[in-house]
């Protein structure tokens, strides 16, 4: 700025030019890594499928860039933040983020954001993947919040003042689409509304601090079909029964989410200690093979599972700040109505997507510098026996990624 002539036109242009787009940020990571399947075509949900004929392969996994700009007021007060995210990889560019936000000031305390954003459900969900300790989000995150965004609107309340009364609380609630960003526009009428009430850090004493929160999504699809499948008791216990009434066409089949979370902290003389839990249950409609929320509508018809999964991860600098040790264990269990070997027996309409899944992550993360970090992670992945050929045993779907993040 010290050489700019603002006593000359093009000096007072640049100067307007700087001091329009001063609060322009640019920012983005790219995560290149190598992975290794314990079989050739293994699927799995860390990074993906792998092709028939391989069990490694090096990938793009993310490779974002990211602009924000806030708009503020006279008395350096927010009034308008504006986000655009892209990612591309070898498989495409895409748009991660595009939304807008504006900030209500006279009492500091309510915001309205709207475009394609983060759901806000849970904790995981919300974690940035440059953030994020591990690899890659939960197999129940990943299916139930594939891309974890979606198109829509929410209010949030937020206070801003430095001493209110309720500014350890936070709440959002909106209205989504559904289908976030897994097909091309919105299929039916019906709306997800998601809320989200939570306890931001809270300093239990100087070193200790809590953080948690309950979620909640209540949704529903228009089934394309009069034929809907539902767990019930039959000839061959508990099995899919075909409700085929012919006002089944359009009626509201749900996906109604229920979760909770909790995240402690612990400052420690190597950095920190850190649990954090997270458990979500309810009812998810979708296909016979998948338990992923649809992206399109087709004729096939819906099946209605209960289910439940949890997330757990437990973190520790050892010697410093730079080296992290990391556990992470998750599961879920599409369909708590059945178990094991009653998946794929006859009579019982079970397919592979009834399977429960149990993940038991650890790995270290190196801190090499504030804009490069390693991750050499393992994943063990079991999943019960069942009846179904192919499942009958664990499958060998194993990974272990070496990844570096590069950040700037």
Known sequence: ???????????????????????????????????????????????GDFAPRSNNRFMLRRGRVRFDYAHYNEKDQPTVHFAIQ????????????????????????????????????????NLSSSDREAPERGRMSQILMRTERDLGAMLSFSPRVKNHPLRYLKIDVGAFNGQGMTGPNEYDS?????????????????????SGGLSILQGGLASPTKYIYKMGDG?????????????????????????????????????????????????????????????????????????????????????????????KYDWYDPNTAVKGKQIGEPGRNLTPADIKYNTLGFGYVHYINQNLKLFLWYDRVTNESTSLNGYTDDLEDDVFTCRLQFRF
């Open 235 to 327: 000839a061959s216990g508990k099995q899919f029964l075909v409700d085929s009434a012919e006002d089944n066409i359009d009626s509201k089949s749900p996906r109604e989410y229920r979760g909770t979370d909790m995240q402690w902290k612990l400052k420690t003389k190597w950095g920190n200690t850190e649990l954090r839990g997270e458990y979500w249950f309810g009812n998810q409609t979708a296909y016979a093979n998948t338990t992923e929320t649809p992206g399109t509508l087709t004729n096939e018809p819906f099946y209605q599972r209960k289910f439940d999964g949890a997330f757990i991860c437990f973190l520790q600098h050892i010697v410093n700040t730079s080296h992290q040790l990391v556990v």
């Open 86 to 125: 892209f990612d591309g990889t070898e498989r495409g560019v895409n748009i991660r983020d595009l939304w807008g936000r504006v900030f209500e000031n006279k009492w500091q305390l309510f915001m309205v954001t709207g475009g394609m954003f983060a759901r806000p459900f849970g904790y995981e969900i």
């Open 1 to 47: 700025m010290d050489m700019i002539d603002t006593t000359q036109d093009m000096g007072r242009g640049m100067l307007s030019l700087f001091k329009r787009f001063d609060h322009l940020i640019i920012g983005g990571y790219m995560q290149p890594q190598f992975q290794v399947a314990g079989s050739k075509g293994a699927k799995g949900y860390s990074g």
């Open 190 to 210: 019906y709306k997800d509304i998601i809320a989200h009430v939570g306890l931001k850090p809270y300093p239990i004493t100087s070193k200790l601090t809590l």
